[in-house]
Nanobody
């Protein structure tokens, strides 16, 4: 079955950087759109960035210019490079894989905490 496993979260000071990874298995990775979402305590889950199967990217206004999403189809992995982190970036970050008819899948999430 499809599995998405996130890694790379942790505690970082404001202004620092982290790189999240999401390793996929049980799916034809290259045909899926991939995305990163986040959910802060008491808030709804929100889209952070996504990347199509063709490599086109899209970012939330709050992270544009600071975060970069990329994918390595040979490694079945999607990345989120996060720079200039702010305390408001603190959240659980989730990896998502989506396909028009094959379905929508989520990872278990990884905690990112940015201290001021």
């Amino acid at each position: 079955q499809v599995q998405l496993v996130e890694s790379g979260g942790g505690l970082v000071q404001a202004g620092g950087s982290l790189r999240l990874s999401c390793a996929a298995s049980g799916m034809i990775f290259r045909i899926y759109a991939m995305a990163w979402y986040r959910q802060a305590p008491g808030k709804e889950r929100e889209l952070v960035a996504d990347i199509t199967s063709g490599g086109s990217t899209n970012y939330a206004d709050s992270v544009r210019g600071r975060f970069a999403i990329s994918r390595d189809n040979a490694k079945n992995t999607v990345y989120l490079q996060m720079s200039s982190l702010k305390p408001e970036d603190t959240a659980v970050y989730y990896c998502n894989a989506g396909h028009s008819w094959r379905g929508d899948f989520w990872g278990q999430g990884t905690q990112v905490t940015v201290s001021s």
